[in-house]
Structures are given as C-alpha cells and as structure tokens.
C-alpha cells in the first residue's frame, strides 16, 4: 500500500504561482511513475503531469505546458507541481497519483488516470480572475 499526502493549495489571484506537494509513505519502493491530476467542478478528471520515478522524465498536458514544473525528491518520497502564471481555468481540486506497474512506459498509461493504483485526497486549487 501506497499512502499519498497533498497540501499547498489555497486562493490566488490570475497570474500568481503555487507550489503543491505530495509526500508519499508506505511501499513507496514499488512507484514507477508519479502523476498529478485534476479535477474543475462539474468536470471530470484530467491528467495534469506525470514524472518517472527514476530517470526523472516529466510530461505535460498540452494545456500546463510553460507554465507548470513536476519534480519529485526520490529521498523523502515527494513529489511537488510548481504552478506558474496561474489562469482561472486552472481552478480545480488536484490530485496526486501512483503507478506502480513496470510494464506502463509509454505516455499513453502516464496520461490515463485508470492506470494509476494510488491518490491521494486532493488539495483544492482557486485561481481569481
């Protein structure tokens, strides 16, 4: 089991920056793949960014692309979302996630959220125009 911890939402004004964190316990060992999501009201859930565990490459969603930094420090199971010139439309709660399969490698399973085995809570995100 995977245990995953966000924080660092809040309210910002249009333009403004967040840095969200998800630390991760448990059997974190076995995370090959680490994605944040999120979900606007009355929407469903979408893929946000995705960083591989190790070797450390990122993906975007063409919509953060610019403007949003996934990272992760493998050594205090953390992964963190630098939001940058933040847009209204970004308003949503976000949500981290775990994959744990070592056969998904392609950006086709870092993108789809069923792939994912573990989230966490969500951490709520509101941006003012």
């Known amino acids: 089991q995977v245990q995953l911890q966000e924080s660092g939402g809040g309210l910002v004004q249009a333009g403004g920056s967040l840095r969200l964190s998800c630390a991760a316990s448990g059997r974190t060992f076995g995370s090959r793949t680490l994605g944040w999501f999120r979900q606007p009201p009355g929407k469903e859930r979408e893929f946000v960014a995705a960083i591989r565990v190790s070797g450390g490459s990122t993906y975007y969603a063409d919509s953060v692309k610019g403007r949003f930094t996934i990272s992760r420090d493998n050594a205090n199971n953390t992964v963190y979302l630098q939001m940058n010139n933040l847009k209204p439309e970004d308003t949503a709660d976000y949500y981290c996630?775990?994959?744990?399969?070592?056969?998904?490698?392609?950006?086709?399973?870092?993108?789809?959220?069923?792939?994912?085995?573990?989230w966490g809570q969500g951490t709520q995100v509101t941006v003012s125009s």
């Open positions: 996630a775990a994959d744990t399969d070592p056969y998904h490698s392609s950006f086709y399973y870092y993108r789809s959220r069923g792939e994912y085995d573990y």
